[in-house]
T-cell receptor, first 116, second 111 residues
Framework: EAGVVQSPRYKIIEKKQPVAFWCNPI?????LYWYRQNLGQGPELLIR????????DSQLPKDRFSAERLKGVDSTLKIQPAELGDSAVYLC??????????????FGPGTRLTVL | SQQGEEDPQALSIQEGENATMNCSYK?????LQWYRQNSGRGLVHLIL?????REKHSGRLRVTLDTSKKSSSLLITASRAADTASYFC???????????FGTGTRLQVFP
């Protein structure tokens, strides 16, 4: 069974440039998450989707970050413009979403972003 | 923001020894999970313990949960070099239904 797929695996850009990350969750998983993981830290949630709906985007810096999950399957996360502090690993995860108190998430390998 | 902290931040042991990692958290939870992250790979779910459980086993892993102290421990018995990784606890917050990760313990197992 295929796991969560993310691309690209690595991205190096100059500050002020745009960048986009793509995620394909496990088939049948309704819930999709984007996390950011800074060096030496645990992942922090940016946004959570239930199907097409963003149900928790409270941690997403909306001035420069945007995300979409148009058909309730694949998702993209965009940063425009990127800043030096955005350098991190961006992780996508998915889960069945039910029951709500059993929240095992399956993670992709992540995209390591370096902003120069 | 991080929910809690793992202790120790880093741990080095020899193959065959046991490794114990601790996690403290701050709010009421539905469950607590442990994840492993190898260098260059995503996080892998290891074990989940519900708030009404006190101990759980899975292979060489043993997890305990003390909700009165808001703490959990992960014990890896008879460690192997392949256990070298970062280990994170994550709590499923009762009020927000959000999985919040700790800061991680970096485990190094020497052959």
């Amino acid at each position: 069974e295929a796991g969560v797929v993310q691309s690209p695996r690595y991205k190096i850009i100059e500050k002020k440039q745009p960048v986009a990350f793509w995620c394909n969750p496990i088939s049948g998983h309704n819930t999709l998450y984007w996390y950011r993981q800074n060096l030496g830290q645990g992942p922090e949630l940016l946004i959570r989707y239930e199907n097409e709906e963003a149900v928790d985007d409270s941690q997403l810096p909306k001035d420069r970050f945007s995300a979409e999950r148009l058909k309730g399957v694949d998702s993209t996360l965009k940063i425009q413009p990127a800043e030096l502090g955005d350098s991190a690993v961006y992780l996508c995860a998915s889960s069945l979403g039910i029951p709500v108190n059993y929240n095992e998430q399956f993670f992709g390998p992540g995209t390591r972003l370096t902003v120069l | 923001s991080q929910q809690g902290e793992e202790d120790p931040q880093a741990l080095s042991i020899q193959e065959g020894e046991n490794a114990t990692m601790n996690c403290s958290y701050k709010t009421s939870i539905n469950n607590l999970q442990w994840y492993r992250q190898n260098s260059g790979r995503g996080l892998v779910h290891l074990i989940l313990i519900r708030s009404n459980e006190r101990e759980k086993h899975s292979g060489r892993l043993r997890v305990t949960l003390d909700t009165s102290k808001k703490s959990s421990s992960l014990l890896i018995t008879a460690s192997r070099a392949a256990d070298t990784a970062s280990y994170f606890c994550a709590t499923d917050n009762k009020n927000t239904d959000k999985l919040i990760f700790g800061t991680g313990t970096r485990l190094q197992v020497f052959p």
